[in-house]
């Protein structure tokens, strides 16, 4: 391969697609030249066969194509690999690296598409940044700027198919096919021009955006409910992704205090009453995949920080109570429901949130007082099996009468009442199952009586802890 005559080094965090438009450019001729001339491309290529193959190469190089760039452009494979959407993998989202494309089902990955932030474009000269496609991405911190969705002339998304023509194309412009034209025309909207909505220099979205991008330098999450229990970004985003499903879908009008009023108003903007062919899908089950506004993304992930920005998981599961509670005191939240690709302190937060309004039994088998309560794990029924067979039936004498009610009543059953408890706790059985297996002789009828002259009483939260 031969180099190229003219080489344009790669901006920080440039994407890959911009910087071979920005070499394209440089030279003055056009972006299936260049890709043939470094050999991302056939001789022969042309523009509805190879844009595929082009998203695929944003997304992720193989080590022959990352050899072939740096030869012909002076760079290293390292520079190479940096531009693309490889560099993410693993931290803000999932990559198949067999079909090279983003995960969009796991942890808001975006396949396709790009945000943008016009003063960047204005002060780089039209280069596009990287992190910009990332669906965790909704604000500048550089500018205090909202990243802008879309082109407002054509109304479509950036970069949502890998442009090849032999049109020149100037960096900073919309590349979407022109609505009124025929192909190959472009749109051409100066991208560097639309306005963004400023943020507050100290407000919560751009402190949210901050602490997301630390996360994802540094790989891991260690603030709020995680500092005593650090996990990986990617379960992060997993527990954000799951909050946001939690959040959008049932209390948008509570979320107004987390951000600005025109962030909220973009937010609740109703789609187009015609969509045509090139307008986004609309998400019918909001937080599942990736915001398509940025405003939706700021508020989700502003709202989701603050609960889990508590210091335990009991704080952060209040925080979440208030927010979802529905008038009767409901909370439309089940301890079994399982949710994909989360942390175990997300679940912890569940529970907690649900722990007032479980029942006694429940509140002992999801271990509602533990630092990290949870489900019953799949050797539950064996691990009560064993503590069975080290438990008296009558609960021993020194024990039980810390446990007792005040008044002494039920002296004659709470012993094996209590014993009963112990099997219950991080189990799956029944207080009927637990008194078949101690053979104690109490009824769940009786163990219903206990629980409710503890609670009359106010210890059945500190018996529980014991």
Known sequence: MRTLPIRLAPQPGEALDSWWEATAHRLGTNTIDVLTSIG?????ACQPTQSGVLSRLVTLLDADQAATIAWSAGLTPVQAHAMTLARYDGQAHVIDTHRRRVEARHVWGRA???????????ESGGRWRLSWRLGWSFACLDHHLLLVDACPRCRRTPRHIAVTTRLPLAPGHCHSPSENDAPPARCGQPLAEVPALTLAAQGPVLAAQTLIEEVISCGQAAFGIYQDYPQPSLALFGDLRALACILLRRVPDRLAGFVPPEILAL???PPPAVRRSFDPVEETRPGRLAPQRAATAALAVSATLHVLGHGDVHQAGAALRHLISDADGSIPLKPDLHWRHTSPLFEAVCIATLAPRLKGVDQLRYRTLDRLPSRPGRSAKIRVAERAGK?????????SARLSPADGALSRTIRPALSCYLLLIGGTRSFSSASR???????????????FRLMQRGHFNASVAA
């Open 267 to 269: 937010h609740q903007q």
């Open 40 to 44: 991302l491309l056939p001789r022969d």
């Open 437 to 451: 297996l101690l053979r104690a002789p109490v009824t769940e009828k009786v163990g219903s009586h206990l629980t």
């Open 391 to 399: 438990t008296p039936t009558q609960l021993w004498p020194a024990w």
């Open 112 to 122: 396709r598409g790009s945000r943008y932030c016009p003063a960047c474009l204005a």
